[in-house]
């Protein structure tokens, strides 16, 4: 689940973590009374969408004075900001951050994630500053520093001087960093964030260390935990057809072909991807109804599938152990008599009650092409899509 950088920097304001004054606005007035309770100008002008690149497209600016900023805001309340991470369809703002402003000193990235690797938490830093990490990581890797994390004993002081020495800081700046990385670690560990993100973190001419920006991502399975968290989720950012999913118990995520799949578990979800793509074409969704699914659950997940105008086929693979191939069977027959299937149906059954589900699909009377295995499916279904 991700949150907007004006929560993101409430929630580190509560643990100490510096960041610059600020509110949001949801209208031109309300920005302007922001930046009169701000105090003189200059003040930044953000806007607020879950992606980054904004500044590229427009949606960062730079007001000083009132009539600067009323025109900035106009600008960018209701534009469609296109940024490298919303790609061409862009997103909508409908709010914007109204901050004062820092004098630069130095501009440093930091960030927090999982290592998969190791099993471990990684805090990295680099001084590079305000680039995309991950060009910086694939032209210079040797500019990013880590140290690995062990959860059960905590980040140690030791470890942010380590840090801290490799990015050219001492004195003061050492000590603020110190403090800094430190309060960030809480986050990250006591809100069971997947990812923490400070780009860039900026180093004042009066040694202040500060988070220019913030980005905080938490895991899904840890929200029952942080109702503030849940509260803080912006329907408007996501994508409507994973939140319809989400309340189903199914786990979607739109992708960008045409081969519509209905998967059980996601291990065999990977897998039917990839046979996708080995054979030619490209996944339109992941979509993994669970072991358990019941016959409302298959219904929805395939009403959410057939929701994309992109699909051209659909592939359902079942592999029947705690979900039986009897019951997605029945869900396919339910949905096929309230949605209309006007695209192709390749299924694959096996396993728990195999034989009984393909009874139900033939005596169903529906257009379905049957498949004997995943490879005879993923032909089958990149045939019909490319029809």
Not at 182 to 206: H, M, Q, W
């Amino acid at each position: 689940m991700k949150i907007h950088e004006y929560q993101a920097k409430v929630l580190l304001r509560a643990f100490n973590v510096r960041v610059p004054r600020g509110k949001v606005a949801y209208s031109v007035e309300k920005a302007v009374w922001v930046a009169d309770d701000l105090g003189a100008p200059p003040w930044i002008l953000k806007a607020q969408i879950h992606a980054g690149g904004r500044g590229k497209g427009g949606g960062v600016k730079v007001a000083g004075s009132i009539d600067e900023l009323r025109e900035h805001a106009r600008s960018i309340l209701g534009m469609k900001l296109v940024t490298p991470q919303t790609g061409p369809e862009g997103r909508i703002v409908r709010k914007i951050l109204v901050e004062e402003a820092v004098d630069i000193s130095k501009e440093i990235y930091l960030g927090i994630t999982v290592d998969r690797r190791t099993s471990l938490i990684v805090m990295m830093a680099s001084s590079e500053g305000g680039m995309d990490i991950e060009k910086v990581a694939s032209e210079r890797p040797e500019a990013i520093h880590k140290e690995l994390i062990d959860p059960t004993l905590g980040f140690f002081p030791f470890q942010a001087r380590n840090l801290g020495f490799k990015l050219g800081l001492r004195n003061k700046q050492l000590r603020e960093a110190t403090k800094f990385m430190a309060g960030l670690y809480r986050v990250f560990a006591e809100k069971d964030c997947s990812l923490a993100e400070i780009n860039p973190l900026v180093i004042t001419k009066t040694d202040e260390v500060i988070a220019l920006d913030a980005k905080l991502n938490f895991d899904d399975n840890s929200i029952f935990r942080h109702k503030e968290i849940d509260e803080a989720r912006d329907f408007d950012e996501e994508d409507l057809k994973e939140v319809e999913a989400a309340r189903y118990d199914l786990n979607y995520i739109k992708l960008d072909g045409n081969i519509g799949c209905m998967v059980n578990g996601a291990g065999l979800a990977m897998a039917t991807m990839d046979i996708i793509k080995l054979h030619g074409a490209e996944p339109a969704n992941f979509l993994d109804v669970g072991g358990g699914a019941s016959v409302e659950q298959v219904k929805e997940a395939f009403t959410i599938i057939l929701s994309d105008s992109n699909v051209h086929a659909i592939l359902v693979n079942i592999f029947g152990g705690i979900m039986r191939c009897d019951v997605a069977a029945s869900g396919i027959v339910e949905a096929a008599k309230d949605v209309r299937l006007n695209v192709p149906l390749v299924v694959r059954l096996e396993g728990t009650n195999a034989e009984l589900g393909n009874d139900i699909l033939r005596k169903a009377e529906m257009n379905i092409i049957p498949a004997s295995g995943m490879k005879d499916a993923a032909i089958k279904v990149v045939k019909e899509a490319s029809k």
